[in-house]
Each structure stands twice: as C-alpha cells, then as structure tokens.
C-alpha cells in the first residue's frame, strides 16, 4: 500500500519559514517525481513545486518562485518543501505527490497523494 504522510506544517507569522517533509512508502521512490500542491478553502488545489527523480530539475510556481524550495532526499525516501517569507496567501492544506513519470505542475497527472498538513500564516 502506497502511503505519502505530510508534516510540518503550523502558525506562522508573516515573513516566517516553515519546513515541509513528505515520507513516501513508495518502492522505489527514487523513480517517482515528487510535487506539491496546495488547496484554500473555496478554491481550487494549485501547484506548488515539483522535482524530477534525481532533484536536478525543479519547478516553481510563479506565486512562490524565489521563495520556497523543493528537495528529496532518496535515501530516506522523503521530499521537503521549505517555505521561506511565508505570507498570509500562503495559507492552505499542502499536499504531497507522486508521479511514476516526470514532474508536471497538473494534479490530475499523479499517481499518489498525502492527506495534506495544513499551513496557516497570520498578518
């Protein structure tokens, strides 16, 4: 059974980090690109970031670019997600998954999801 379990997440102030971890009972993790999206109550789920298999290629979306940052470490089959100068717009359920191909920043392209860890920052 493949299980992805996000932590991490918390209150923050604005203009805090916080640090993601996604822990992967895949496999062979190492051939899944990881992403991670993220759902406010009322809107649609967005993406966020995603990685390729070995971490060499990334992907941001336009509204974090420059401010957080994806990385997996095979090894102990977990991909992180750290959240510098968090705003309020961050606010939202972030959720772990995994793809058997490359990285893509469509939800509806993954395989597997995580239940989600919510993330909330205050003004």
């Known amino acids: 059974q493949v299980q992805l379990v996000e932590s991490g997440g918390g209150l923050v102030q604005a203009g805090g980090s916080l640090r993601l971890s996604c822990a992967a009972s895949?496999?062979?993790?190492?051939?899944?690109?990881m992403g991670w999206f993220r759902q406010a109550p009322g809107k649609e789920r967005e993406f966020v970031a995603g990685i390729n298999w070995t971490g060499g290629t990334t992907y941001y979306s336009d509204s974090v670019k420059g401010r957080f940052t994806i990385s997996r470490d095979n090894a102990k089959n977990t991909v992180y997600l750290q959240m510098n100068s968090l705003k309020p717009e961050d606010t939202a359920v972030y959720y772990c998954?995994?793809?058997?191909?490359?990285?893509?920043?469509?939800?509806?392209?993954?395989?597997?999801w995580g239940q989600g860890t919510q993330v909330t920052v205050s003004s």
């Open positions: 895949l496999r062979t993790f190492s051939s899944y690109a």
């Open positions: 998954a995994a793809r058997a191909l490359r990285a893509t920043m469509v939800a509806t392209d993954y395989d597997y």
